[in-house]
């Protein structure tokens, strides 16, 4: 039994570990991106909606990373697998027990051996990690908890892109209801003076119709706005882990600037998307995963150790005759299955060629959506530009139309042509220019940050508790 016990340590000190050891998929980055801007600065790691310049959003996010519900599950899950660590690493040492037992009794013809007798023991049972099957469990558990790690940081990063665009959203809002307010005055001044010239014969009915309806389809959007405006307060409201209400405003939208466009190259996003990381941690888990399995093949060896008091009265206990010690080992080894190893490993090899592709199309994935957010930023901007001159030729319109009205050149007609151009160009404007805020936001959220980290101490979000050995 000594030999067995020595070559069981010798055995577990050589670090003898069945299954494949992990190593880094080759990938095939891309040296540059296929499409470009001239200007960018290196603002990733940064706290990039700061460069809006608008400290309501500021608070709202800040509010968000504190109350959001979806990063209190995040957290807890990274606590509930730091604990799953702990209890499967814990199966690498001894563990020990205690018990006391005490009976009484009559010896019988059916039971001879009943007496009174009190037990006091101390119990170790050790499994000889010899193959590495246990070592393999815990580089999968551990794997697991990175890959919750990683997952409450792309919750963070997902959660502040959703704050800053659904902000965006509301004051695109906000400025649309302005701009059909506005047009709705107007129209509404304009069928007062011409309600008044039919009246007096310097106008026809049709102008006034044409007028009326005209105030009326504005009039009828007002309402439309309005709700929109309700329903995407109470989308960051419960962004912001809220009660539905209203929410606070800062700088329109026309007055937010626009983050510089951020400077990396296609392998940061390796090192910056925290999904990648995740993906990455799935696979170690899953390659660990069989060395689990084809260490069932060997055999399982178990030292086991008893040592403690037995008397048959309580007094008895502690005394040099009532000590007792056992030591012993078992092993147990497959000889028939019928085929459960080696399923059990087929299928942990087929976890792994699915965690392997699903790294290589995050990785890709990350890649087209960074490209994606990068071409939405160039034409937005470019679309703004034209809607921007499309609002001054139709202001330019207008107040032409106005005057010559007035003048009496141009019939109503004119100006209410003027007036409808120039609504539209207004809101596709205020559209455009928040696509253009959405792409830049969009383009952060695919490069991912180094930032999360440092704003989640800011925060003082709760930590997991490391696993320990005791108690």
């Known amino acids: 039994m000594n030999k067995l016990l020595a070559v069981s340590i010798a055995a577990l000190l050589s670090g003898c570990t069945v299954g494949p050891d992990y190593i880094k998929p080759e990938i095939n980055t891309p040296t540059q991106w296929r499409n470009s801007v001239k200007e960018t600065q290196n603002t990733t790691n940064s706290q990039w909606w700061k460069q809006l310049n608008d400290p309501v959003l500021n608070r709202l996010i800040h509010q968000a990373i504190q109350g959001n519900y979806d990063l209190k599950i995040a957290i807890a899950r990274v606590d509930q697998y730091m604990g799953l660590y702990g209890s499967t690493r814990s199966n690498l040492f001894p563990k020990f027990s205690g018990s006391y037992n005490a009976q009484t009794g009559n010896p019988s013809v059916i039971n001879p051996a009943a007496d009174d007798q009190v037990n006091l023991s101390g119990n170790m049972n050790w499994q000889i990690d010899l193959w590495g099957e246990l070592r393999r469990a815990n580089e999968a558990a551990l794997a697991n908890f990175l890959s919750q790690e990683a997952t409450q940081q792309a919750v963070m990063l997902t959660l502040v892109s959703e704050i800053a665009k659904t902000y965006v959203n509301l004051r695109e809002l906000d400025k649309q209801l302005e701009i059909t307010k506005e047009t709705v005055a107007a129209l509404k001044e304009g069928l007062r003076i011409n309600t008044l010239r039919f009246t007096e014969g310097y106008t026809s009915n049709l102008e006034v119709q044409q007028n009326d309806s005209e105030y009326q389809r504005r009039s009828a959007q007002i ?8 329903l995407t307060e109470n989308a960051l409201a419960v962004l912001l882990g809220s009660n539905p209400r209203a929410i606070e405003r800062g700088l329109p939208i026309d007055k937010l600037k626009l983050p510089a466009v951020p400077s990396g190259l296609p392998s940061d996003l390796l090192v910056r998307r925290p999904d990648i990381a995740r993906a990455e941690q799935q696979l170690i888990a899953a390659n660990a995963q069989i060395g689990v399995a084809r260490a069932q093949y060997f055999p399982n060896i178990r030292l086991t150790g008893n040592v403690g008091q037995v008397s048959t009265q309580v007094a008895g206990l502690f005394t040099p005759g009532a000590n007792f010690w056992t030591v012993g080992s078992a ?8 085929g459960k190893i080696a399923g059990d490993v087929r299928a942990a090899e087929a976890v792994q060629k699915a965690a392997v592709a699903n790294y290589r199309k995050t990785i890709i994935t990350g890649f087209s959506e960074f490209e994606n957010a990068l071409i939405s930023l160039i034409k937005t901007q470019q679309q703004q530009d034209k809607q921007n001159d499309r609002v001054a030729a139709n202001q330019n319109y207008y107040h032409l139309s106005k005057v010559r009205y007035e003048e009496g050149y141009v019939n109503y007609l004119v100006e209410l042509d003027a007036i409808r151009q120039l609504f539209d160009a207004q809101i596709e404007l205020t559209t455009a220019r928040a696509d253009t805020f959405k792409s830049s ?6 490069m991912g940050g180094g930032w999360i980290v440092e704003q989640e101490k800011a925060a003082t979000l709760p930590k997991p508790k490391p696993a320990v050995y005791f108690p």
């Open 223 to 230: 309402p439309l706005y309005e709700q929109q405006v309700a």
């Open 331 to 338: 092993v147990l080894t497959p000889i028939f299955t019928a």
């Open 441 to 446: 936001i969009d383009l952060y959220l695919a």
